[in-house]
């Protein structure tokens, strides 16, 4: 089992190793305050999967406001088997708000997890950044920001930098007054620096 420390403890020690990268970095935690990341462990990968997926593209609320019409249908469970929601006939998906390209996905996910190619908890927990991300990606609407969601949300890791996301590239032009944001290639490059604390660089670049 691979396991992050997330204790407030190591918090404080990635804030004080990243402010030391240099006087950027150090006002900005300064400005900000300490890191106040908050997993959600117990999600089975299935389950932060369809959840990433609703959030892509989308602003927050939106997002929540569809997965709030998706478990208003099974007010019995917190969320939907795969069994369930694969008996979800198409039309009262897309009621949901779910697109049609989304929502091949998210049916594509249910029955992945059916056939054993999504991993349980148990076995996500025990497996590589790198050996999860190759694993999933080869479904069908999943890229690698989505499986990075589940990796620093549910699992916990403490090492994740999802170079493809805006927010995190726009950060980190914000943080250094650049004209333009990094691409994903060179973000990954300049984040090489801040291992093994990239999931709480990224938390404090999504505050700039």
Known sequence: ??????????????????????PDWARHIAAVGPCLHQATPGREPYE?????????????????AILGR???LFPECSFPAPQQLLGVPPETMRACGFSASKLATVQGIAQATLDGKVPCRNEALAMS?????????ALRGVGRWTVEMLLIYSLE???????????VREG????????????????????GAWSPYRTIAAWYLWRA
């Open 48 to 64: 932060a999967l369809v959840r990433a997926i609703a959030y892509q593209q989308l602003h927050a609320r939106a997002a929540e």
């Open 1 to 22: 089992m691979i396991l992050a420390d997330l204790t407030p403890e190591a918090y404080c020690e990635a804030s004080a190793y990243l402010a030391g990268m240099d």
């Open 172 to 191: 980190y032009r914000r943080l250094k007054g650049m004209d333009k944001a990094p691409t994903p290639a060179k973000m990954r490059a300049i984040g």
């Open 70 to 72: 998706l478990l208003a």
């Open 129 to 137: 950044d790198e050996s999860l991300i190759e694993r999933l990606v």
């Open 157 to 167: 890791r403490s090492d994740i930098l999802p170079v493809d996301d805006f927010g």
